[in-house]
């Protein structure tokens, strides 16, 4: 929206506040009413009212909704802001109007409410969770209560697994604070630095290992760049380039373990996480080649002239300096694979580990900085929580409608078999992954897509890590990708400086991806 003239940014800035406020209003008393009726519910370990539990939701609902009406009053032009608020109460106005005609329109509704309803929101800058239109739908076309739409919500914030999320996301944060990952970098850097496109290697090597604690893209991005790009343009290397290789290195790595998504996925769709963690290695490598010869390609001429070469010895030191920090993601990955801990329980593992790392090896554990990035972890934990219940709703909505028996059998009709399954949904999750992020992406259509798979014959680790390449393509693709903005931000550089360079790179994505999908033991050959 920064390239809108003043008025109509304004406008779309307050309307991105006034639609989550109708659906906070909505959500509010359902939200109160779901936390009644599971009143009566005892918890078998704890022997409480299950009413402790669910009422996280209307409270955590009546302070968006305070926050939202704070911001709404605080927006600069009122006009605009008095513009969207009568827009989003005479559409509201107009399709409780229309209610008794939904009722005879059928599967037509799916289109109107989450093709056109959805659509434009997303295209209106609408925050994806409060996008979905599950509660319209509902209240709208069927006679289900409200309140089945929160009970949704409920169900899919609720699995155990994701308990891991706020864990990886602090570990991200720990990383950067504590100098492990400038260390890793170091020592990368001292290896490769001396070759042509040296830096550029360790930035896509560095990705690789950063993802594997973190779990989080913006996350890696943040530890790394602020260490690489300034000496990458010390060393000629232009800031379009620099900001494409960064953008690229994000989607190449959202299969490496411990990711979000593959939590996501794992939880929702009930495939093995230990499978998707020993699953999502290869690929990631398969991607990282690709880069690097892209990089070789476009860094042939560089002038090494004034690069130094590291000696043995300080390449030795840098190694010692950086053991500990390169023994995490191993770590990590081995004790989830290995069975030794769950996903949750290994995050819990990493935390303790990085802390004590930066406390008595790197000495650096800035405890003013802890506070803050306890309320960063939460508030990105609970937008990303409040994603999935939202999506999840909406998943439910769409199978409850027939949408998703009606989806498998056109699926299944397809020629060319599996295969043919398999790139539909890669092109798909190309595009999903570029207009509905990613993991709301992944919960959605992940829901309805891999049961579909497995009817087909495809391995569900195969299937998992094609829709997540994919979704990553698109997730970091300009002009619509969230993550290629997140990395504008994070490097400081325009997002039109890196549109042409970035056209290479998403070229050896989509190569690499489309060799995943061709060769299943990429995927599944140590399972």
């Known amino acids: 929206m920064g390239g809108l003239r003043s008025p109509l940014r304004g406008f779309f800035e307050a309307l991105a506040v006034a639609v989550p406020l109708l659906f906070l209003a909505l959500a509010m008393g359902a939200a109160v009413e779901f936390a009644v009726d599971e009143a009566i519910v005892i918890t078998a370990a704890l022997d409480i009212s299950a009413a402790w539990r669910v009422s996280a939701l209307p409270v955590g609902f009546g302070l968006m909704l305070v926050l939202a009406l704070l911001r709404l009053a605080g927006q600069a032009e009122w006009r605009a802001t008095l513009a969207a608020v009568v827009l989003v109460v005479a559409t509201a106005a107009a399709f409780s109007a229309l209610h008794p005609y939904f009722a005879g329109l059928g599967n037509l509704n799916l289109v109107i409410f989450f093709v056109g309803l959805v659509g434009a929101m997303v295209l209106a800058g609408i925050p994806i969770a409060f996008a979905t239109a599950t509660f319209g739908y509902i209240c709208l076309t069927t006679r289900l209560p409200h309140t089945v739409v929160i009970g949704r919500m409920d169900e899919g914030m609720s699995y155990f697994v994701l308990l891991s999320v706020p864990l990886f996301v602090f570990l991200g944060m720990l990383i950067e604070m504590t100098g492990m990952a400038r260390a890793m970098v170091g020592f990368l850097a001292s290896l490769l630095g001396h070759m042509r496109g040296g830096l550029q290697y360790v930035l896509v090597g560095a990705m690789y290992l950063v993802s594997g604690i973190s779990g989080s893209k913006a996350a890696d991005m943040a530890a790394i760049a602020p260490v690489l790009l300034p000496e990458m343009e010390k060393r000629g290397a232009q800031r379009g380039e620099l900001l494409a290789l960064l953008s690229a290195t994000g989607a190449q790595t959202e299969t490496i373990p411990p990711s979000l998504v593959l939590i996501t996925v794992g939880s929702v769709t009930g495939v093995s996480i230990a499978a998707l963690f020993a699953g999502g290695l290869l690929p990631a490598v398969v991607h990282g080649a690709l880069l690097c010869a892209v990089v070789w ?231």
């Open 297 to 527: 390609w476009r860094s042939r001429g560089e002038d090494l002239s004034a690069v130094r070469r590291a000696s043995l010895r300080e390449i030795a030191s840098a190694f010692v300096v950086a053991l500990p920090a390169l023994a995490l993601p191993f770590i990590i990955r081995a004790a989830v694979i290995e069975g030794v801990a769950t996903a949750t329980e290994v995050s819990t593992i990493g935390v303790a580990y990085a802390a004590l790392a930066g406390l008595l090896i790197y000495r650096r554990f800035d405890w003013k900085r802890l506070y803050p990035m306890l309320v960063d972890t939460a508030a990105l934990s609970g937008a990303i929580l409040l994603i999935i219940g939202a999506a999840t709703a909406m998943a439910w909505a769409l199978t409850q409608s027939g949408f998703s028996a009606s989806l498998a059998k056109m699926m299944m009709a397809l020629p060319g078999g599996p295969f043919a399954f398999l790139l539909v949904s890669l092109l798909a999750f190309v595009v999903l992954g570029s207009v509905l992020e990613g993991i709301p992406a992944i919960v959605l259509f992940g829901l309805l897509l891999f049961p579909i798979a497995r009817q087909v014959g495809l391995h569900e680790a195969h299937h998992a890590m094609v829709v997540i390449l994919a979704m990553g393509i698109g997730l970091f693709a300009p002009p619509f990708g969230v993550g290629y903005y997140a990395a504008c931000a994070i490097s400081r550089i325009s997002p039109d400086e890196g549109m042409g360079p970035m056209l290479g790179y998403m070229a050896a994505l989509f190569i690499g991806t489309l060799i995943v999908a061709a060769v299943p033991w990429i995927s599944t050959g140590f399972l």
